[in-house]
């Protein structure tokens, strides 16, 4: 069975920096796409990063270009995400997600999520 375990949530003032972990395990995870993804209360999920788990190519939604940075160690079958200088409109719970999509940016072709993680930033 696959699973997806993302950790390393909480509460951070503005400006401040969390790390957030997705763990893989179930399959062999060489090919798939890793993706973050996150969905504040009221609005649809959206997009934050991606990799390619072979070859490293990274993708970032424009909101967060400069300030998160996605990652991977394939040893470990773990994922990172490290956001910098977080903002209130950052405040969501953030969902890990493997797959083959067709378009890397988009949710359609994730077929495993994880159970979210909940990032919360103060003013």
């Known amino acids: 069975q696959v699973q997806l375990v993302e950790s390393g949530g909480g509460l951070v003032q503005a400006g401040g920096s969390l790390r957030l972990s997705c763990a893989a395990s179930?399959?062999?995870?060489?090919?798939?796409?890793m993706g973050w993804f996150r969905q504040a209360p009221g609005k649809e999920r959206e997009f934050v990063a991606a990799?390619?788990?072979?070859?490293?190519?990274?993708y970032y939604a424009d909101s967060v270009k400069g300030r998160f940075t996605i990652s991977r160690d394939n040893a470990k079958n773990t994922v990172y995400l490290q956001m910098n200088s977080l903002k209130p409109e950052d405040t969501a719970v953030y969902y890990c997600?493997?797959?083959?999509?067709?378009?890397?940016?988009?949710?359609?072709?994730?077929?495993?999520w994880g159970q979210g993680t909940q990032v919360t930033v103060s003013s």
């Open positions: 997600a493997a797959g083959l999509p067709l378009l890397i940016t988009t949710m359609a072709g994730y077929n495993y």
């Open positions: 179930g399959r062999t995870f060489s090919s798939y796409a």
């Open positions: 990799i390619k788990w072979s070859g490293g190519n990274t």
